[in-house]
C-alpha cells in the first residue's frame, strides 16, 4: 500500500511541474498579444495623422515594421520533458488454494512366496598369501640402492659437492667418483675420501655420506 500512495505522490508532483511550464507559456502568449495590440494602436494613429513629409513616413513605417518582426519571431517554448514511463506497483498474487489430498490406497498383501533352496557351493580355494619383499634397513634410511654413485647424484648436490667439498673443481669431482665406484665396501670409500681436508660435521658431508650408503649399503 506504501508503494501506491508514493506512486501517486511522485505523479502529482510531476503534474504540477507540468502546468507550471503551461502557465509560463501562456503568460509569454499573452505578452505578445499586448504587444500586437499596442502595435497596431500606433499605426492606426499615424494613420490620422495629417500626412508628413515622404521621408518622415518611410522612416516611421521602416521602425514600425522591425518592431512587428520582432514581435512575430516564434518564441522557443521551453523543452518539455517526455513523461517518464508509468511503473505500476507489483502486487503480490495470492497462493493458490492447495488441492486436498489424494486419499492412500489400500495396500493389498501379496501371498509370502519361499525362495527354493540353492544347492550347496564349495568352499573357494583360498589363495596362498603373497610374501611381499621386505625393503633393506639401509634402503629405508639412505634411499633406493644404485650400481652407479652418479646416478644417487642429483643435479643440485653436483653443484654443492663440486663448491663445498671439492673446491669448484669439477674435473677432481668426477675423478674422484670414479675411483669409488671401483671399490668393494662404504669403509674402502670412507677411507678413500679420507685423504681430503672435509668438515665431517658439516651438512655437506654428511649428504655425501648418505649419497656413499646408497652405493655401497
Do not use: C
Amino acid at each position: 500500500m506504501e508503494e501506491v500512495i508514493k506512486y501517486f505522490e511522485s505523479l502529482e508532483a510531476r503534474i504540477a511541474g507540468y502546468e507550471t511550464r503551461i502557465a509560463a507559456l501562456e503568460e509569454a502568449q499573452q505578452t505578445n498579444e499586448a504587444l500586437i495590440a499596442q502595435l497596431e494602436a500606433d499605426i492606426e494613429e499615424l494613420q490620422n495623422r495629417p500626412t508628413p513629409e515622404p521621408q518622415v513616413v518611410e522612416k516611421v513605417v521602416e521602425k514600425v515594421v522591425e518592431k512587428v518582426v520582432e514581435v512575430e519571431k516564434p518564441v522557443a517554448a521551453a523543452p518539455v520533458a517526455a513523461p517518464e514511463p508509468v511503473v505500476e506497483p507489483e502486487i503480490p498474487e495470492e497462493p493458490a488454494a492447495e488441492e486436498p489430498a489424494a486419499a492412500p490406497e489400500p495396500v493389498v498383501e501379496e501371498p509370502v512366496v519361499e525362495p527354493e533352496p540353492e544347492p550347496a557351493q564349495e568352499a573357494p580355494v583360498a589363495a596362498e598369501p603373497v610374501q611381499e619383499e621386505q625393503a633393506s634397513p639401509n634402503a629405508v634410511l639412505y634411499g633406493k640402492a644404485v650400481d652407479d654413485i652418479r646416478k644417487a647424484i642429483s643435479l643440485g648436490d653436483r653443484f654443492l659437492y663440486q663448491r663445498e667439498l671439492f673446491g669448484q673443481n669439477a674435473e677432481l669431482m668426477q675423478r674422484t667418483l670414479t675411483e669409488l665406484n671401483e671399490l668393494n665396501s662404504f669403509d674402502e670409500a670412507l677411507a678413500h675420501i679420507g685423504k681430503f681436508n672435509w668438515d665431517k660435521e658439516s651438512n655437506t658431508y654428511q649428504q655425501f655420506l648418505v649419497t656413499l650408503h646408497r652405493r655401497f649399503g
